[in-house]
């Protein structure tokens, strides 16, 4: 049994099948990469998984707990938080502040950006949000005003968002878009960081092969909005039916 079982999930827009009959095991602290052409159903998986759309039929398994039915906040609850293909922070706040936002999320159930004016009483949560920025070697910029940050610092920041509710599950949604290369491989080294340091499972869904073959230790591949193959790496490559999907892009 996987921490993230999904079983049957179909989910239609109109006339168009998004997902179709989709499975999907995700291991306990393993990295799963899911891959797949232009509209074959990712992000409307993982909005799924995150309780921003219902699926038409379908279960998804979160830890033994049914995920349908529940509220993107109460999700988020449970250990699963996303990392959004553009970096959402709040530009007007600085890093630490940031940082801290997510933990009284974690804590109270919604986002409140008034809570900030509470934080100096809060010592456990700041120790934690402390930690994180060490972690993430932002520290030194904790005082920093988040908009004026570069892209890759954004990224990291935003990383940091996710991480510091300390999550059983990360899901990523292409974490490397429109990255340069050395920004892409710093946030290759950050995930692998963040593996090595602490109990976390990755579902990462990217379209840059370097960044896959670097973190995944399982590949689902979709296409059409319905899985093709599930298999470790080293298999994926010489696939013919992975090559094929991959054709028309
Ligand atoms: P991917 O992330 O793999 O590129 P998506 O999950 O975004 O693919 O989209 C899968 C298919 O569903 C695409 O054909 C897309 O146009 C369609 N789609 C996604 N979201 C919606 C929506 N809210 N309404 C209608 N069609 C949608
Ligand atoms: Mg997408």
Redesign the pocket.
Known sequence: MGILEVKGVNKR??G?Q??GNVNLSVKENTVHAII????????????VLVGK?IPDTGSVMFDGQSVLGRKPYQINQMGISRVFQTPEIFGDLTVFENVMIPCFAKRDGAFKLNAVGDMLGQKDLIEKAEQMLIDVNMIDKRNMHSASMSRGDKRRLEMAMCLVQEPKLLLL?EPTAGMARADTNNTIDLLKEIKAKRDITMAI?EHDMHVVFSLADRITV?AL?TPLVEDAPENIKGNPKVREAYLGE
């Open positions: 827009f109109g168009l998004a997902l797949g052409p232009n509209g074959a159903g990712k992000s409307t998986l993982l909005n759309l949604d869904i979709l909005g």
